[in-house]
């Protein structure tokens, strides 16, 4: 499997696994993010297409979530093309995920514990930025950043950085992450495509 590929697969499936819960909603709010200048769309059409309808059922969104392991890929973005690139890509993705939380409050709190989680999976996890408010398009969220290494064929480590916002909507939230490493680096990029995020609200 692809370095790219395995780093996405690990961190989205040990972030926030707390806050899955049964679909209630019988529809789910649109969104969307930017396609930086030059980057490639990864996403999967398919989905990407049916969530631009805003109109899914219960059991087609459920079905979503089992097939997609508790959560809906909605972009995929990446700096360079895989098959023509050498180690970690800058990578931003947005999954949709069941939300349990009644307020930003209590999503907060399952978002401390679910971070405690992810420094298993890595070496040298470190926080560059503790968990912290955000309010986005009118939205309001949470944010922090992460750093930690992921060992390379070459004997030693590569060390990335994450930045991961999470939107609570309803009964859903929006998990979005941005990464890169310290030879590619993309902070400026991610600037300028968080704030350029949008809800339909």
Known sequence: MKLYLLFTIILFSALFIGCVNQIENKKIEGFNIPLPENWIDKSQLSIKENLSKFDLEESEI???????????????????????FSGPIPTIQVNLRPNNSKNLISFKKVMQKSILQVSDYFS????????EEIEIDGIKGIKFVSQFELPNKFGDAWT???????????KYFYQINFSDSENENSEEVYKKVINQVRFNK
């Open 160 to 170: 990335i950085r994450s930045w991961t916002y999470a939107f609570p909507s309803g």
């Open 124 to 131: 040298n996890f470190t926080i560059i930025t503790p968990l």
């Open 62 to 84: 459920s079905n979503l979530l089992k097939t997609h392991n508790g959560s809906i890929p909605i972009a995929i973005y990446m700096k360079h093309n895989p098959s023509e």
